[in-house]
């Protein structure tokens, strides 16, 4: 079953990623959203009963490197491009707000 995406919709999506987008550009995801969605339908529908979960794509397990420290910035090489430092340290606008 086929369900088409509206034009709020992705609005809404559009506003939770933070983005503004065109009316052509909601128009364009308004189709390809609704797209993905049938492809999701379409898998839906297959019988997976018999098919264990897929914990990680291959069998290899445990791998583990060796832990060797190497040479790397200084803080103050790795702040030297940063507009803005505080203490030592990156300093950004807040992303998280309350509400």
Known sequence: ???????????????????????????LFQQQLSQTLDYVNILDELGTQNVRPLD?????SN???????NPSLSAQE????????????????AILKEQ
Do not use: C, W
């Open 78 to 93: 790795a702040l030297s491009g940063s507009q803005d430092t505080y203490k030592n340290m990156f300093k950004i606008n």
């Open 1 to 27: 079953m086929s369900k088409q995406i509206t034009p709020d919709e992705v609005l809404k999506l559009a506003k939770l990623a933070h983005l503004t987008l065109t009316e052509d550009e909601v128009s």
């Open 56 to 60: 990680h794509p291959t069998d290899e």
């Open 63 to 69: 791998i583990f490197r060796n832990d060797i420290s």
